[in-house]
């Protein structure tokens, strides 16, 4: 829980102004961010793009976060994929236009529906929230496992901790993913 109150007291001082402070949340959570951008909006110049918006909302409405309504983590993630949903919307919504006939270039059929990027934006939620349930190291190990996708062998040299101890970290982190799947709806339901 420490980190929660450390992210807490990072988001008091974006809200003073202090640029330090968002390069911290950035460097904590931006991996994450562009994770849960680039599976919303499966590009990956949009979630580039959808994970600085995120980060100048943040800048700009540290002063609005609560921290009796929610945990920096979600209440990141809950920006990241109001923020993406609208970057698809206004994309579909181009799309809707008439384009001259030598700029409509894309195949009708090939983009997932709004359903789908729902589906995606709902589960990319809530796979977030149980990601800010895990101790800051594990989250580490396993953003840059599974957002980086870096080797454990690449993990262990950038953060100078020892092969074991890298593989040991997502271990913990993926176990107590699993126990925390039922409470966040990860699992899909079994048919009887």
Known sequence: MAHVEEDGELVRRVAEGDADALRELYGLYGRLVFGVAHR???DRQLAE???QDVFVALWRG????DPERARVTTW???VTRNTAIDIVRR???RRADPLPEDEATWAA???PDAAELTA???TAERVAAALGELPRTQLEAVSLAYFDGLSHAEIAERLGVPLG???GRIRLGLDRLRELAPAYALEPEVER
């Open 40 to 42: 919303i909006l499966l």
């Open 49 to 51: 793009d959808c994970t």
């Open 62 to 65: 540290a002063r609005t976060y």
């Open 76 to 78: 990141l993630f809950t």
């Open 91 to 93: 994309r579909e919504a």
């Open 109 to 111: 059929g090939t983009e």
């Open 120 to 122: 995606a934006a709902d």
């Open 165 to 167: 101890t890298v593989k």
